[in-house]
């Protein structure tokens, strides 16, 4: 559980470097312990963010997401292996920041990519 949370909260404190979030932005979450400790809320605070727990046993809560895993696995994973583990991180990182956010068009969106929303949406 202890390296979840830590875990957890390098990734929000990496998002928060990178993307800059405004005051009021919304973390949405499952209800791991991880998201639902003190230090992390306590760290969703201090970044002034707003948590969002999706409902108890509600996959339905939180499709964007859901939808993004099967999209990984079906596009990336399932399709080739690694020889390392950091040849799968860079390469998990580049499907993300170089197709995925950048490209791939959702739906959900209006068949844009999600840079494309979001510099649409500012």
Same mark, same amino acid.
């Given at each position: 559980?202890?390296?979840?949370?830590?875990?957890?909260?390098?990734? @929000?404190?990496?998002?928060?470097?990178? %993307?800059?979030?405004? !005051?009021?932005?919304?973390?949405?979450?499952?209800?791991?312990? =991880? $998201?639902?400790?003190?230090?992390?809320?306590?760290?969703?605070?201090?970044?002034?963010?707003?948590?969002?727990?999706?409902?108890?046993?509600?996959?339905?809560?939180?499709?964007?997401?859901?939808?993004?895993?099967?999209? @990984?696995?079906?596009?990336?994973?399932? %399709?080739?292996?690694? !020889?390392?583990?950091?040849?799968?991180?860079?390469?998990?990182? =580049? $499907?993300?920041?170089?197709?995925?956010?950048?490209?791939?068009?959702?739906?959900?969106?209006?068949?844009?990519?999600?840079?494309?929303?979001?510099?649409?949406?500012?």
């Amino acid at each position: 559980v202890l390296r979840s949370l830590h875990l957890a909260i390098r990734a @929000l404190d990496r998002a928060v470097r990178l %993307r800059n979030p405004p !005051p009021g932005c919304i973390f949405n979450s499952d209800r791991g312990s =991880q $998201y639902c400790s003190h230090d992390f809320q306590k760290k969703l605070t201090e970044y002034r963010m707003t948590p969002s727990m999706c409902s108890k046993g509600n996959c339905y809560d939180n499709t964007v997401i859901e939808t993004f895993f099967k999209s @990984l696995k079906a596009e990336m994973l399932w %399709r080739q292996s690694w !020889p390392t583990r950091r040849q799968a991180i860079a390469a998990i990182f =580049q $499907y993300i920041n170089g197709f995925y956010n950048p490209r791939r068009r959702h739906s959900y969106l209006g068949s844009i990519s999600p840079l494309a929303f979001e510099a649409k949406a500012a």
